[in-house]
């Protein structure tokens, strides 16, 4: 599995995201793991997650507040009502009047409805984290949630020619310009995937300029291992199996993982007009559970980007 | 309820979950099972990606319906649409403004054009709106909905209240009643104490300009708010009927089976007729790996010496991790239909052999749905 993926864990802000499902979260986590084994003060956050997955794989619930789970690695969950509350704050300056706004029937229900108001003070809170830490991994929503998210700065700026909420949006399209800040898209050897991938590139490019994406994560990668005569020979033996047999079943499970490598090699391929190095990740059982697989992980890009770790409390 | 009927009888059924579990690939599969039933079916989208026109084999699908070419044998008749918002929204303008010129106002208020275009949740408002143009035209006798993963699935699902909600007339005329008298939204000498501090912060926020651009936008859709309102609130009833399911879908994962769980509770807590759980791409393995070298070593050997010893090793530990992986999600499946309890119809679709974008897996896969 060979890619630096330091673009990754060097970074002060980075976003990921993917088609739904791909390993969004556990990607963020490992990197964020590998950071923080090398000393970095690093945070871990999800965005506005009903159902946080960052509590599954560091079995501690997250909060609005950042909570460490591991030496230099904190994660938390980003809801836009405490984001907006301080945002707010930021303008006002006075606790008394923030509640008064906060209460008003009328604000709460024009900020509730107006799409994009809760992106931007969510981005805006990843942006004050970011202060405070040397690096910030956001685990945005599903690739086409999270293009419309990262794009509201930019509709922000289009509509509001001064005030506070220009000043949001200049901060924040100041903070995608940094060589720092960067995005990676998580992928997976699957036709879909692979296509969603490509659509969510050409969409950044084009909703949310500005924004560095270094580099491509092939996540569940198998690498090739069947030899021509393996695979010839698997063919001759399909052939020759009466279906139902526990002979077909056997026969079935390697070509489940021939097809499995076929399927890396044609995301590969598929991908290389992105004109990006695209990394692969291994393919871990799931059934040693999110935490072990976001050691793995992380243990597997140390390697591939030439850092030696040692991850304390990792099992 | 039996997905089998479900397809026969249902007017609609709502597919959730959370995402890659094949919830788009289902829906079209149930849209499908629905053809062969005979009925006139519509598979309807509201994923920002274009997942639907993968799994129908089709290039891109736009804002209209689509009719998909089926084999002569089958009955009925596949539909599919995939929604866009921001035209579909420009559609509902067209509809219920009562001119030209109010319609031209819309279009071309700045507030507007951002909310249809750029921001994001505007998908879920707007689908609810389309979803109600199809259920009214009566052109199907079976609507399949495909949601967004989680997040926005159940913004999709609170939407229309919320609009319904925001539309009430009661807070529509605080909000319009500055602008109507003073031409301006702020600095009204009718708003007094609190509401008074509350707008001028706002306006120190917001800046007056966008207020401005608000409070016109407020009055420019304040002839359309009955309309708007009667078209959610349908809608809603329409999640409530009896003749609506929902199906929540799922993969064997850990993270996808708590989505899935969480599905079940929020569906009941609201009071929507969950009706159906699909565990899709479920690995299965029926028999105990039998010794390879004695059921076919001497054959693979005939056939290929070379490759003969690496590939019966292969196909042993590959047999292995296919059967604990099985029984893995196995369990896990068990678990979530304890959880669903006897009411919920579970399906388990095994994962296919290959990826389902075309109409020939599609029909595989509604084989296993509909048996």
């Known amino acids: ?315 | 309820m039996k997905l089998s009927a479900m397809v026969a009888q249902q007017q609609l059924i709502v597919c959730v979950g959370s995402g890659g579990v094949g919830k788009t690939t289902t829906a079209a599969s149930l849209a499908l099972a629905g053809a062969y039933a005979g009925r006139r079916a519509l598979v309807l989208t509201i994923d920002p990606a274009r997942r639907l026109a993968n799994s129908l084999g089709l290039t891109e699908i736009g804002n209209t319906e689509h009719r998909i070419a089926l084999p002569p044998e089958v009955p009925g008749e596949l539909w599919a649409m995939m929604l866009d918002a921001p035209s579909t929204f420009d559609d509902v303008i067209r509809k219920v403004a009562r001119d030209d010129a109010t319609r031209e106002a819309i279009y071309n208020n700045r507030i507007y054009r951002s909310i249809a275009g750029s921001f994001s949740g505007s998908q879920e408002y707007m689908a609810t709106e389309r979803l109600f143009d199809v259920m009214q035209s009566g052109r199907y006798e079976l609507v399949i909905l495909d949601t967004p993963p989680v997040k926005n699935a159940l913004d999709f699902l609170d939407a229309p209240g919320r609009l319904a909600r925001f539309l009430d007339k009661q807070i529509m005329k605080r909000l319009l009643t500055p602008h109507d008298e003073d031409g301006g939204f702020f600095g009204s000498r009718l708003l007094a104490g609190t509401t008074a501090v509350v707008y001028r912060l706002l306006g120190h926020i917001f800046g007056d300009e966008f207020l401005g651009d608000i409070a016109s936008f407020f009055a420019l859709f304040k002839d359309l708010y009955d309309g708007f309102r009667e078209r959610h609130e349908s809608v809603e009833r329409t999640f409530k009927d009896a003749r609506t399911s929902f199906v929540v879908v799922a993969a064997p994962t850990e993270p996808s089976m708590e989505v899935a769980g969480f599905f079940l509770t929020e569906l009941r807590a609201r009071g929507l007729p969950l009706a159906a759980l699909v565990a899709n791409q479920v690995h299965r393995a029926s028999f105990t790996t039998p010794n390879l070298e004695a059921v076919f070593g001497a054959r693979a050997r005939a056939l290929h010496p070379a490759a003969a010893g690496p590939l019966l090793a292969r196909l042993g530990a590959a047999h292995l991790r296919l059967a604990d992986l099985a029984s893995l999600e196995a369990r896990r499946v068990e678990a979530l239909r304890r959880q669903a309890g006897p009411s919920v119809d579970v399906h388990v679709v095994p994962r296919l052999a290959t990826e389902v974008h075309d109409l020939a897996s599609l029909a595989a896969l509604h084989r296993f749905l509909i048996g």
């Not at chain 1, 993917?18 to 956050?45: D, E, F, H």
């Not at chain 1, 930021?90 to 906060?102: A, N």
């Not at chain 1, 991994?137 to 909420?165: H, K």
């Open chain 1, 1 to 315: 599995m060979a890619g630096d993926t330091s673009p990754l864990f060097r970074a002060r802000v980075l976003f990921v995201t993917g088609k739904g499902g791909v390993g969004k979260t556990s990607v963020a986590a490992a990197v964020g793991r590998l950071a923080a084994a090398q000393g970095r003060r690093t945070l871990v956050v999800e965005v506005d997650n009903q159902h946080p997955t960052l509590p599954v794989i560091f079995g501690k619930p997250t909060a609005y507040e950042p909570t460490e789970v591991e030496p230099n690695l904190s994660i938390c969950n980003i809801a836009w009502a405490p984001a907006l509350e301080d945002w707010v704050e930021s303008i006002v300056s006075m606790r008394r009047l923030v509640r008064l706004i906060m209460k008003n029937r009328v604000v709460s229900l024009f900020l509730q409805v107006t799409p994009g108001a809760r992106d931007l003070v969510m981005l805006w809170r990843t942006l004050q984290l970011a202060k405070r830490a040397d690096l910030v991994i956001v685990d945005l929503p599903a690739s086409g949630n999270a293009v419309a998210m990262l794009s509201v700065p930019l509709t922000a700026e289009r509509l509001f020619p001064a005030g506070p909420i220009r000043r949001c949006a200049d901060e924040l399209l100041e903070m995608y310009a940094r060589s720092d800040t960067r995005l990676v898209l998580v992928a997976l050897p699957e036709e879909m995937v692979v296509n969603e991938t490509l659509e969510t590139l050409h969409k950044l490019e084009r909703d949310v300029r500005g924004l560095t994406i270094p580099l491509i994560l092939l996540n569940r990668a198998s690498p090739p291992t069947f030899t021509e005569g393996e695979r010839s020979l698997l063919s001759a033996l399909e052939a020759e199996a009466p279906p139902g047999t526990a002979m077909a079943e056997v026969l079935g499970a390697g070509r489940w993982e021939e097809g499995l490598e076929a399927a890396t090699g044609d995301a590969l391929a598929r991908l290389e007009v992105t004109h990006r190095p695209v990394v692969s990740l291994p393919s871990l059982s799931r059934a040693d559970g999110a935490r072990k697989v976001t050691t793995q992980l992380a243990a597997a890009m140390a390697r591939a980007s030439g850092v030696r770790v040692d991850f304390r409390g990792g099992t």
